[in-house]
């Protein structure tokens, strides 16, 4: 495929957007089924909102499935294993077309409510699977529908964060193009429309940081609907919201617009965040009545572990032993955090899928030169400015550990448990601008080369991926 390059140095939308899609499209088949984290769940509850869409829905915390997609979710999905006895099991136990479509009553080990897979994570997926459920498509086309719904969502909320970028570009680009990104993108998860969310946000307040183009009150308004829209998703990512401080005030007409604008914005992320969580909120800080499940309930479970998790009184009553905690959590997994961040470990960790450290290595390098000043991509920002950006990222960071050790960590363990590297990237826009240094500045358009190197790199890699899938 041939790129145009701009005069600038920059790369075309039209050029990102297509080898985004072509690189989704890729991870979409080089994946099988199931093989993607937590994509049984994601399409359990996908189907669910369809079922409710077309008047199907039951009482109680049950799936109305055709027999067929019933079938391949145990099958085919369920088995949660990248490799070739995947695929051929897809082919032997899924449908092309609908061959029994009566319905099987399917009761899930998790709650099905709307509050934990809000509207606007899940509709890509979502319509995907009703746009196959109203052709009567079979079980086949019905999951890889529900998966290109997803991919079509990302692309569009990255392109447009692209097309908005006149600030970081570069970080963007190297961000979006992440093996880890293209993983969740091209599957059921509802990581992908939170990160396109996360990169569009972050692309609309780095364009306000730019004096050269113009704020005007649409483009505040739509900073204010995405920061709405991304706070309810996952209550850590409300801290993205914040980066609205960082604008200047000569970008408002008057400090009072100033004002409304930020307190807005972050009032609305609030209340986003109150309406559909607080019932969990509260629960999670002890302030309602326990009811008789609570009280018999004495242990938390962990898969098929049980004991107890830490809770915020934990946390908060030793703080020497807190700091402890995430500091050996920092220490012993690190290298697991990048890694998983950046995409050197896809599908359920399979150790046979695990790249090797020169391909984690490189791609470090692309978002290391990717924060470098450059001739496309000048802008640095001011101390204050960064140093709001850095405690942003920081915070995110404590949001993580305390979620996972109050919800997936007991009390007996030394490090928090459960987190994954591909938690972190909605922030890593703003880490990049944080660190991105004055002195250091390339003379030379970095743009396409990143994008190239970026396009040429995931390439080699998903090379790398299918020889070792259609080999297990």
Known sequence: MAFRIEAGGGVPASAFIVALSAMGLFFCAVFPPGA???EGYHYVTSYWYTDVMLGEAVEGNSVSMRNDDYVFLQEVIG???ASRGTFETMFERGTLALEDGSSTMFTPTFKLDFGSNLPQQKLGSVLGVLLARLLGLGSIPLFYLGRLGNLLTY???VGVAYKVCSVGRNILI?????????????????????????MLLCALVFRALDREKPFTYKHQL?????????????????????????????????????LLFKVGVAGVSLLALAVVRAGAIIGSLGLSAPTAADVSATLDYRGAEAGVFYTLGDLLLHPLHTIKLFAQSLVANGDFYITTTVGGSLGWFQSELVAPCYVVYAFVFAGLASIMRSYDDRFALARGQRLLFGGICILGLLAVLVVFALSWTFNTEEVVMGIQGRYFIPFLMVLGLAFRPHAIVCKKPSGSVLFLGMYALVGMYLVRLLGLILSL
């Open 36 to 38: 993607v984290p937590d």
């Open 79 to 81: 088995p949660s294993r």
């Open 155 to 157: 692309v569009v909320l």
């Open 174 to 198: 190297v961000v979006a193009m992440l093996p880890m990104s293209l993983h969740l993108a091209a599957s059921f998860s509802y990581d992908a429309t939170v990160m396109g969310m996360a």
């Open 222 to 258: 739509a900073i204010g609907v995405i920061a709405g829209l991304l706070a309810p998703c996952k209550v850590i990512y409300m801290l993205l919201a914040g980066t609205v401080f960082a604008i200047p005030p000569a970008r408002f007409e008057s400090r009072r617009q100033e």
